[in-house]
């Protein structure tokens, strides 16, 4: 026997193995790692010209602030663990009844559940008070479905009702290994000689929920991870989106781009010392070690890898009766020909429920000779222990019983879809997201949703059903569905048949082409053969050609099977939203994005997902709001990091030319330090969090405008180019205006301006300045909190700046900061403004006349909706500035004393006013016009057209 404890555990962490496996995960990001290596480099003095601090701080910032989020959201799933583990249930101990936590209850335990109580691990139901050992229960958290379920005893253990008898229970089960397989179990129970097999329909599973029955005792059989529930749980895994993977590809194009510049100032550097520097070797000696022009120029490369850094970023009596309940294309084929008239009214009314979008069932009973149902259970009894071919042989027997039965009628019930479902869909497939139904319902209660939740209409030109039990059978549905649909597309015009022999890759665009709108509807046993290696891209093929697809009777490792084989062969992003039964591919990492919907069925879905709420319809607002601003948010965020941190770096590379290769800064290291983490942090900050370019309440109205996300529109590897270029850009700005300015200017007082402390202040001025602005641009939605951050940040950077030069800080560290008072001086000579006013113009004016010019020319779905939501505000504006205004009344002023003339004659006359069709049009081509002023128009313009040969049409316009 296992004793395995029942201890379940969703939390990724642990005191012990946090902080290795956090900083694991967080290093799998190549900038993490590769600012590691550079903190390495840096504590190398000989090739270090830039203190160990200026890598470490902002390395550790970044990797504190992410632990930090990683370890609350852990402590959450530890905390909520606790919850489920804590709960108390029943045990029988010595022959005592006592409460026991659920993580302490092991294999071989008996438990007593009573009514409404979730079932603690996998059980082997022993005896309940009901009849015949019978219990009931709801298996939501398995399959999703809310009715509840029959589960049976065995005869020789149902009437062990009393402790003392259970408490003498000796008897051994001998099962399957677990497995995940929630409709299926096989075992035998040895217990006084005899062996007893036992099924699934003795089976009680963890995460069902005992109804309408009293009390039952169940047998542990499996307990925590091996339980049926756990075992379709997968693994919590570390997710990344695609703007993280396609990060870590940039982040080493930068690094290959960091290395070649490296090399360039290397050889400059080697080429200077062997030229220029051997000359100065009094003056400015080779470090100790250095013995060769070669090895200062290998010495200066890794210099100018750290310097150039910050580019990375179920009757008792009488007879026996069989009552018989399913759907009605199975049950009305068991019905004995009799009362025909019945069966065709019953099926009327089934097609009337259907049609209202109910739930049907169909109600038959037999009577059963004592005789033959004797037979029948011992041949039951055989083959329910049968080592081989049970299911078959089970199958077979039940069949043999099931015929011939009388229609007792039939039943409907509304399964309500939750509020706002139907619009929500409708609103998705409008933004270009494909929804495929996974559910564990029969084939027609999903199609029925289907339909209630308008993922089906009558108007599709065919809905496909897959119900093959074999693999032909499944591949030849499959066939004949993309037959129909290319059929269908060239007889429309679209130049292909499916006789054509096309490669893989023209067969998906062609289907991809398809007319139409088409839906597919597959069983769980067909769908396990469709998901096998050998046909797993037919079935994706021929899915994604459909409008939308619904897999019905599928268990929850089977939905997971399906989100991972749409990750393997396509290029989209996924998203499961589900209940419990759907933890598999919400929290195991199988889906990008997993959504669980918390209700009555438990929380652990909600603890395996990435996101939760209560109702379906706010996937609508979680995904054509939230999820669309945040892409927008990150995509803004890493342009404008791309930006400043290239601006700010390469200023470095061009100076190298100017300073004999010799690895020198321009910013001062403090500078470097806080650019980062004080300057330009906040704002960039702000705007990821605040940032949007249209209200919310646009963003529902307009689902298209959710489509550039899915077209990585906002950022690819063209737009990281154009950053790239446009940090450049700015670098050379920002380092030859200056230059170019100092080389001839003058201080008030006539001195030289040029020194190297004014110069690395002016620029850094430049650059904060610049940065600044261009996030200006960038941000669409202005909040107090933009506004803070921004001008807080050009406010610390002042204050900062003057702090490091002021006279205080010198005296309590002279050695760190000896330039005293060159901010001051620098910054109160009128020239260094206007460089730096003329850098910031530079800069900034080619980017302002760029995005102005696209704006006119060709602007964006965003730059309408936003030009359509100005001109409602000015419109609204308008409007409550004319109610405000109003002319005195007067009664004089009202109808009856009008000093106007009337159209009282008009109507008295009974001439016809309807206009012609050159009225029609002329009134059409004036809808500022009020009809009033069109009347009178015409009133005072046909006095010298009466006469005109047009008379009689034209004449009823005349007022």
């Known amino acids: 026997m296992d004793d395995r404890d029942n201890c379940i555990k969703t939390s990724k962490y642990n005191v012990v193995t946090f902080l290795p496996v956090n900083l694991f995960e967080q290093f799998q990001e190549v900038a993490n790692t590769y600012f590691l290596f550079l903190l390495i480099l840096q504590l190398i003095p000989q090739i270090s010209s830039l203190s160990w601090f200026t890598t470490i701080v902002p390395l550790v910032l970044v990797l504190t602030i992410t632990a930090v989020k990683d370890a609350t959201d852990d402590y959450f799933r530890h905390k909520s663990d606790n919850q489920v583990n804590n709960r108390q249930s029943q045990v029988l101990l010595g022959g005592v009844l006592r409460q026991e936590q659920w993580m302490n209850v092991r294999v071989g335990d008996i438990i007593k559940l009573e009514n409404n109580q979730f079932v603690a691990a996998d059980l082997l139901l022993l005896c309940s008070s009901e009849p015949h050992g019978l219990c009931y229960v709801e298996t939501a958290e398995l399959d999703g479905e809310t009715n509840t379920k029959v589960?049976?005893?065995?005869?020789?253990?149902?009437?062990?009702?009393?402790?003392?008898?259970?408490?003498?229970?000796?008897?051994?089960?001998?099962?399957?290994?677990?497995?995940?397989?929630?409709?299926?179990?096989?075992?035998?129970l040895y217990w006084r000689e005899?062996?007893?097999?036992?099924?699934?329909?003795?089976?009680?599973?963890?995460?069902?929920?005992?109804?309408?029955?009293?009390?039952?005792?169940?047998?542990?059989?499996?307990?925590?991870?091996?339980?049926?529930?756990?075992?379709?749980?997968?693994?919590?895994?570390?997710?990344?989106?695609?703007?993280?993977?396609?990060?870590?590809?940039?982040?080493?194009?930068?690094?290959?781009?960091?290395?070649?510049m490296g090399v360039i100032l290397a050889i400059g550097n080697a080429i200077w010392e062997h030229e220029v520097g051997v000359c100065f070797q009094i003056y400015l000696p080779w470090d100790e070690g250095v013995h060769s022009a070669f090895f200062s120029g290998f010495l200066s490369f890794w210099s100018y890898i750290i310097i150039l850094n910050t580019v990375v970023p179920i009757s008792l009596y009488g007879k026996i009766r069989l009552y018989c309940k399913g759907a009605d294309t199975i049950l009305l084929e068991r019905l004995r020909p009799a009362n025909q008239d019945l069966t065709n009214v019953t099926a009327d009314h089934l097609n009337e429920y259907a049609g209202e979008g109910l739930r049907t069932l169909v109600l038959a009973c037999k009577?059963?000779?004592?005789?033959?149902?004797?037979?029948?259970?011992?041949?039951?009894?055989?083959?329910?222990?049968?080592?081989?071919?049970?299911?078959?042989?089970?199958?077979?027997?039940?069949?043999?019983?099931?015929?011939?039965?009388?229609?007792?009628?039939?039943?409907?019930?509304?399964?309500?879809?939750?509020?706002?479902?139907?619009?929500?869909?409708?609103?998705?497939?409008?933004?270009?997201?494909?929804?495929?139904?996974?559910?564990?319902?029969?084939?027609?209660?999903?199609?029925?949703?289907?339909?209630?939740?308008?993922?089906?209409?009558?108007?599709?030109?065919?809905?496909?059903?897959?119900?093959?039990?074999?693999?032909?059978?499944?591949?030849?549905?499959?066939?004949?569905?993309?037959?129909?649909?290319?059929?269908?597309?060239?007889?429309?015009?679209?130049?292909?048949?499916?006789?054509?022999?096309?490669?893989?890759?023209?067969?998906?665009?062609?289907?991809?082409?398809?007319?139409?709108?088409?839906?597919?509807?597959?069983?769980?046993?067909?769908?396990?053969?469709?998901?096998?290696?050998?046909?797993?891209?037919?079935?994706?093929?021929?899915?994604?050609?459909?409008?939308?697809?619904?897999?019905?009777?599928?268990?929850?490792?089977?939905?997971?099977?399906?989100?991972?084989?749409?990750?393997?062969?396509?290029?989209?992003?996924?998203?499961?939203?589900?209940?419990?039964?759907?933890?598999?591919?919400?929290?195991?990492?199988?889906?990008?994005?997993?959504?669980?919907?918390s209700g009555q069925e438990g929380i652990q879905a909600v603890l395996a997902s990435d996101y939760s709420f209560s109702q379906f319809k706010f996937l609508q607002r979680l995904l054509l709001v939230h999820g669309r601003w945040s892409y927008l948010r990150m995509c803004k965020f890493l342009c404008y990091f791309f930006y400043k941190n290239f601006a700010f770096t390469m200023?470095?590379?061009?100076?190298?030319?100017?300073?004999?290769?010799?690895?020198?800064?321009?910013?001062?290291?403090?500078?470097?330090?806080?650019?980062?983490?004080?300057?330009?942090?906040?704002?960039?900050?702000a705007m990821g969090v605040f940032d949007q370019d249209v209200p919310e309440q646009r963003s529902m109205e307009y689902p298209k405008l959710y489509e550039p996300g899915q077209l990585n529109l906002l950022f690819n590897k063209r737009e990281f180019f154009i950053c790239i270029a446009q940090g450049i850009y700015t670098s050379v700005l920002?380092?030859?205006?200056?230059?170019?300015?100092?080389?001839?200017?003058?201080?008030?007082?006539?001195?030289?301006?040029?020194?190297?402390?004014?110069?690395?202040?002016?620029?850094?001025?430049?650059?904060?300045?610049?940065?600044?602005?261009?996030?200006?641009?960038?941000?669409?939605?202005?909040?107090?909190?933009?506004?803070?951050?921004?001008?807080?940040?050009?406010?610390?950077?002042?204050?900062?700046?003057?702090?490091?030069?002021?006279?205080?800080?010198?005296?309590?560290f002279p050695n760190q900061f000896r330039f005293v008072g060159n901010a001051q001086n620098t910054l109160a000579q009128p020239a260094v403004w206007l460089t730096i006013a003329l850098t910031t113009v530079v800069c900034i004016m080619p980017v302002v006349a760029f995005r102005f010019l696209k704006l006119d020319l060709k602007p964006e779905l965003s730059d309408t909706v936003r030009y359509t939501?100005?001109?409602?505000?000015?419109?609204?504006?308008?409007?409550?500035?004319?109610?405000?205004?109003?002319?005195?009344?007067?009664?004089?002023?009202?109808?009856?004393?009008?000093?106007?003339?009337?159209?009282?004659?008009?109507?008295?006359?009974?001439?016809?006013?309807?206009?012609?069709?050159?009225?029609?049009?002329?009134?059409?081509?004036?809808?500022?016009?009020?009809?009033?002023e069109t009347l009178r128009k015409k009133k005072g313009g046909e006095g010298s057209a009466a006469g005109s040969p047009s008379g009689g049409a034209d004449r009823t316009l005349k007022v």
């Open 651 to 685: 200023v470095h590379f061009w100076f190298g030319f100017f300073c004999g290769f010799s690895a020198q800064t321009v910013y001062d290291q403090y500078f470097i330090t806080l650019y980062n983490i004080v300057y330009t942090s906040l704002p960039v900050l």
């Open 367 to 597: 009577d059963l000779e004592e005789s033959y149902y004797e037979d029948w259970a011992e041949r039951l009894r055989r083959a329910s222990g049968a080592a081989e071919a049970r299911d078959d042989r089970l199958a077979r027997l039940y069949d043999e019983v099931e015929h011939d039965m009388t229609l007792l009628g039939a039943t409907a019930i509304e399964d309500k879809l939750q509020q706002g479902v139907p619009e929500t869909i409708a609103i998705l497939t409008l933004a270009n997201i494909k929804i495929w139904v996974l559910t564990g319902d029969k084939q027609e209660t999903a199609v029925n949703i289907g339909y209630s939740c308008k993922m089906l209409t009558d108007d599709m030109t065919e809905v496909f059903v897959v119900t093959g039990h074999t693999v032909l059978e499944v591949r030849e549905e499959l066939r004949k569905a993309r037959e129909k649909m290319m059929d269908a597309s060239r007889s429309m015009g679209n130049g292909f048949s499916y006789q054509e022999k096309l490669s893989s890759s023209k067969l998906t665009s062609v289907l991809e082409a398809i007319a139409g709108e088409y839906a597919l509807v597959i069983n769980g046993h067909s769908l396990a053969h469709a998901l096998e290696a050998d046909m797993e891209v037919e079935f994706l093929e021929t899915a994604c050609a459909c409008k939308a697809v619904i897999c019905c009777r599928v268990t929850p490792l089977q939905k997971a099977q399906v989100v991972e084989l749409v990750k393997k062969y396509k290029k989209a992003v996924t998203l499961a939203i589900g209940f419990l039964e759907d933890v598999t591919h919400l929290g195991g990492g199988t889906a990008h994005i997993g959504v669980g919907i």
């Open 194 to 260: 005899s062996k007893y097999p036992l099924s699934n329909q003795n089976m009680l599973l963890r995460g069902c929920v005992l109804r309408n029955t009293e009390w039952c005792f169940g047998l542990v059989i499996f307990a925590g991870p091996d339980t049926k529930l756990m075992q379709n749980s997968g693994r919590t895994k570390f997710k990344r989106t695609s703007i993280d993977r396609l990060m870590n590809t940039l982040v080493l194009w930068i690094f290959g781009f960091l290395v070649c």
């Open 151 to 188: 589960r049976q005893a065995i005869p020789v253990t149902s009437e062990l009702g009393d402790t003392s008898e259970l408490a003498r229970f000796d008897g051994e089960v001998i099962c399957e290994p677990p497995n995940n397989k929630l409709d299926k179990f096989g075992g035998t």
């Open 869 to 932: 939501q100005l001109v409602r505000k000015k419109q609204k504006a308008q409007h409550r500035c004319m109610r405000r205004v109003g002319r005195a009344g007067s009664r004089r002023s009202g109808y009856a004393f009008s000093h106007q003339e009337g159209f009282g004659e008009l109507i008295m006359s009974g001439k016809n006013m309807r206009l012609s069709s050159l009225a029609l049009s002329g009134f059409a081509a004036r809808p500022s016009a009020g009809w009033i």
């Open 734 to 812: 920002m380092f030859f205006i200056p230059y170019g300015v100092f080389a001839d200017a003058t201080r008030d007082d006539g001195a030289q301006l040029a020194d190297y402390q004014s110069f690395a202040v002016t620029v850094a001025t430049s650059l904060v300045i610049v940065v600044s602005v261009q996030i200006g641009l960038d941000t669409g939605f202005w909040t107090a909190i933009n506004h803070f951050f921004i001008w807080g940040s050009l406010a610390a950077y002042f204050a900062i700046l003057f702090a490091m030069h002021s006279d205080g800080l010198f005296q309590m």
